[in-house]
């Protein structure tokens, strides 16, 4: 587990960066994040994108549930499960493909409403530091199978901003 606290949005966006460097160096193709409405997961995802190049205008799949960009090695899936019916909803076949397939790499918010997905790469949930101060820092805890991968790549970056255990 990888506990970072207190980030304020900015140090949320570097973060987002960072993973994206991660990501490219790695072989993570499966991220879920969890956190209460606006606790900032879009944005975080946002940031993931930009640091992976792409430039286009990336929306929250609220509505649509699947938004799909076209990324220089893999397509880069978004999802967002908040307004499925069912916890089993996701296994149509268009959600399932997306999920499985390890030449996708797949970000997958509010993982908690559906059932038996598959383990991810990575899970990131955000909780605010202060329960009291939405609009305050957030704590980022990072877990999923390839954690140690994570936590040695962390390492070697410079995080002077960052405080984490």
């Not at 506990?3 to 193709?29: A, P, Q, R, T, W």
């Not at 992976?52 to 967002?80: M, Q």
């Amino acid at each position: 587990l990888i506990y970072i606290k207190s980030l304020n949005y900015e140090n949320m966006m570097d973060l987002g960066k960072i993973l994206s460097k991660f990501i490219l160096h790695s072989k993570v193709h499966l991220i879920y994040l969890k956190g209460d409405l606006g606790s900032g997961k879009t944005s975080l995802v946002r940031s993931i994108l930009h640091g992976l190049g792409i430039c286009e205008t990336i929306s929250s799949p609220s509505f649509s549930i699947i938004e799909i960009y076209d990324g220089c090695e893999k397509n880069i899936i978004h999802i967002d499960l908040f307004r499925i019916h069912s916890p089993y909803a996701w296994r149509t076949e268009e959600i399932r493909n997306c999920i499985e397939n390890d030449n996708n790499l797949t970000l997958l918010e509010w993982p908690e409403k559906a059932r038996l997905l598959p383990n991810p790469s990575l899970l990131i949930e955000l909780l605010w530091s202060n329960e009291s101060d939405p609009d305050g820092p957030r704590d980022i805890k990072i877990s999923g199978i390839e954690i140690s991968k994570l936590y040695r790549f962390i390492n070697t970056q410079c995080l002077k901003n960052f405080t984490y255990e």
